[in-house]
């Protein structure tokens, strides 16, 4: 992986949140890492507009659009990394946090490693 980040994550679940760029509210996902891939549980946002429309079956629970998604695993997670948008993503594994994308540089890779670590 020339010119990328890599992420090696331990555990089965992570959070992934950044406050949108156009429409400045937040976001927020939780993945579960599974056999076939990441697996994205559950999405919330604060509002819509600028491509941040809540999913089908969302409800309003205390200002955020929180609602299950019905895609399938994927294989990894490509985040930009331009360090010019309004936030960074923050990345959470229990009560460990980290924030990506804070300055300019290549795409950061989120997947889930073999069973060699790998």
Known sequence: ????????????SFT???VH?????GWFE??????AGLH???ARVQGSGAGMDPGEGAKLVDGWWVWKPTLPPLPELILGDSGATVSPWTLCTGTTCMALGQKPGPAIHIR???KDGS
Not at 21 to 25: H, I
């Open 1 to 12: 992986m020339v010119g990328a980040k890599a992420l090696a994550l331990v555990g089965a």
């Open 16 to 18: 992934l949140s950044w």
């Open 21 to 25: 760029s156009v429409e400045k509210t």
């Open 30 to 35: 939780r993945w579960e890492v599974t056999p």
């Open 40 to 42: 994205l549980t559950e």
């Open 112 to 114: 889930p490693c073999g």
